[in-house]
């Protein structure tokens, strides 16, 4: 099974462009700068056309044309989710609305617990859809993407409420974790990605077996924390829709078996889930390897 590299596309000066563009010549000017990027990006990288491509054609039994139609589509709505993540970052949430479905259940982490998404829709923009419970939130994420964009994305975060936790090769990141629970805050996973060196564990996910992460729900177990699946996904240029599902607790037992047996349960959950809203929303899954190979 291929794993992803760990490494985001992109640049400090894109960045820049698109904040400079929300903010002096609004958001539907980005959008339109959009448009040609996505064309350039449909042409300019053959390992994510082909990965994709196969998703659409393959696993979705799209035709040739409206699978090549669709990547034109899922990089559009990307650069979409950039802009939008960049806008809501740097203080511009109010130019977005946001629907709930399932918010009685967040409501119940008084205690904080523990957020599991993927790669679907925009997870930063639904992470400001939580404001309503007043916990600080900790995003973790994989250590990928250069040190520039993250100090750049640093500097425009204006909600201290919002914290990123990068995962390393020192392990310093299980102690921010582990803080932070303590702290009764929200910790947030992307539960559709891995890099080498990971636990994994096998499901069928659109009709093939794929690999997910175990680190998530072994968390979960260990810190005895309720677990929801959450995925903010964008429903027109202003909205977005956030689903979240009833709290889990998944026990610590003592016999590795046994909780093994509950973590699987639970992953298993979680694939179905993810398998719906991306059925759902095929357009804005962004996985630009080959998830299943």
Same mark, same amino acid.
């Given at each position: 099974?291929?794993?992803?590299?760990g490494?985001?596309?992109?640049?400090?000066?894109?960045?820049?462009?698109?904040?400079?563009?929300?903010?002096?010549?609004?958001?539907?000017?980005a959008?339109?700068?959009?448009?040609i990027v996505?064309?350039?990006?449909?042409?300019?990288?053959?390992?994510?056309?082909?990965?994709?491509?196969?998703f659409?054609? +393959?696993?979705?039994?799209? =035709?040739? /044309?409206?699978? %090549?139609?669709?990547?034109?589509? &899922?990089?559009? #709505?990307?650069?979409q989710?950039?802009?939008?993540?960049?806008?809501?970052?740097?203080?511009?949430?109010?130019?977005?609305?946001?629907?709930?479905?399932?918010?009685?259940?967040?409501?119940?982490?008084?205690?904080?617990?523990?957020?599991?998404?993927?790669?679907?829709?925009?997870?930063?923009?639904?992470?400001?859809?939580?404001?309503?419970?007043?916990k600080?939130?900790?995003?973790?994420?994989?250590?990928g993407?250069?040190?520039?964009i993250?100090?750049?994305?640093?500097?425009i975060l204006?909600?201290?409420?919002?914290?990123?936790?990068? +995962?390393?090769?020192?392990? =310093?990141? /299980?102690?921010? %974790?582990?803080?932070?629970?303590? &702290?009764?805050? #929200?910790i947030?996973?992307?539960?559709?990605?891995?890099?080498?060196?990971?636990?994994?564990?096998?499901?069928?996910?659109?009709?093939?077996?794929?690999?997910?992460?175990?680190?998530?729900?072994?968390?979960?177990?260990?810190?005895?924390?309720?677990?929801?699946y959450?995925f903010?996904?964008?429903?027109?240029?202003?909205?977005?829709?956030?689903y979240a599902?009833?709290?889990?607790?998944?026990?610590?037992?003592?016999?590795?078996m046994?909780?093994?047996?509950?973590?699987?349960?639970?992953?298993?959950?979680?694939?179905?889930e993810?398998?719906?809203?991306?059925?759902?929303?095929? /357009?804005?899954?962004?996985?630009?390897?080959n998830?299943?190979?």
């Open positions: 099974m291929a794993s992803w590299e490494k985001s596309r992109g640049s400090v000066f894109g960045y820049r462009i698109f904040v400079w563009s929300i903010k002096h010549l609004g958001l539907n000017f959008y339109f700068l959009c448009t996505s064309a350039y990006f449909v042409f300019a990288s053959k390992k994510a056309f082909g990965s994709m491509f196969y659409f054609h +393959i696993r979705l039994k799209q =035709s040739r /044309l409206k699978s %090549i139609i669709s990547i034109y589509r &899922n990089y559009y #709505l990307l650069g989710g950039l802009i939008d993540k960049t806008a809501v970052l740097s203080g511009l949430k109010d130019k977005f609305n946001f629907i709930h479905e399932g918010k009685e259940h967040l409501l119940e982490m008084r205690d904080g617990g523990i957020l599991i998404s993927g790669h679907i829709g925009n997870w930063e923009v639904g992470g400001k859809a939580l404001d309503f419970l007043d600080k939130i900790n995003l973790v994420v994989l250590d993407e250069g040190q520039a993250k100090n750049y994305i640093s500097d204006t909600d201290r409420n919002v914290h990123f936790i990068k +995962i390393g090769n020192d392990f =310093s990141h /299980l102690f921010e %974790i582990k803080q932070a629970l303590a &702290n009764k805050e #929200l947030a996973f992307l539960g559709d990605r891995f890099i080498d060196g990971n636990q994994t564990v096998r499901i069928d996910f659109l009709g093939e077996p794929a690999l997910f992460p175990l680190g998530p729900w072994h968390m979960a177990s260990y810190f005895n924390v309720p677990v929801s959450v903010a996904v964008k429903e027109s240029r202003k909205q977005y829709r956030f599902t009833p709290l889990k607790i998944i026990p610590y037992v003592r016999n590795p046994q909780r093994s047996a509950l973590i699987m349960d639970s992953i298993k959950e979680y694939v179905s993810f398998e719906r809203i991306t059925r759902k929303y095929p /357009l804005q899954w962004y996985n630009y390897y998830f299943w190979k």
